[in-house]
């Protein structure tokens, strides 16, 4: 019984760890905190200009990939891969650091699966 418990509590740990670095991954480098911001507090919704595609809190450089034509983003918090839908795409405005950008509620939001704003990123 000892042994189950110790190997149920290591795999706790690890997975608790994993997510801690996953997140880390996406966060803003400090270099970058001032510009992102700019872009953030500007940036708004391709799919309705007077609504904003929300703040720091929910925007962040993200891993990006195409597949068929279909954009998919990689939400931060979970590690889950959003599909995209077309009216979200940026397609007006350049992001300022050439990578990939997300904006959407984190996953215990009851909206969560939404996606406000996405930026493909110059290297893809």
């Known amino acids: 019984m000892i042994i189950w418990r110790s190997i149920v509590v290591l795999m706790s740990a690890e997975l608790l760890f994993g997510a801690v670095r996953a997140s880390a991954q996406h966060r803003h480098?400090?270099?970058?905190?001032p510009i992102h911001e700019k872009f953030y507090s500007t940036w708004m919704r391709p799919d309705n200009p007077n609504?904003?595609?929300c703040s720091q809190h929910d925007c962040y450089p993200t891993e990006a990939r195409n597949e068929g034509g279909?954009?998919?983003?990689?939400?931060?918090e979970d590690g889950k891969w959003l599909r995209v839908p077309p009216e979200k795409v940026e397609k007006n405005r350049d992001n300022p650091d050439g990578r990939s950008h997300l904006c959407a509620p984190r996953p215990e939001r009851a909206y969560s699966?939404?996606?406000?704003?996405?930026?493909?990123?110059?290297?893809?």
């Open 113 to 124: 699966a939404d996606i406000f704003c996405f930026t493909a990123g110059s290297g893809i």
């Open 70 to 76: 279909v954009w998919f983003a990689k939400r931060r």
């Open 51 to 53: 609504l904003s595609c």
């Open 29 to 33: 480098p400090p270099q970058d905190e």
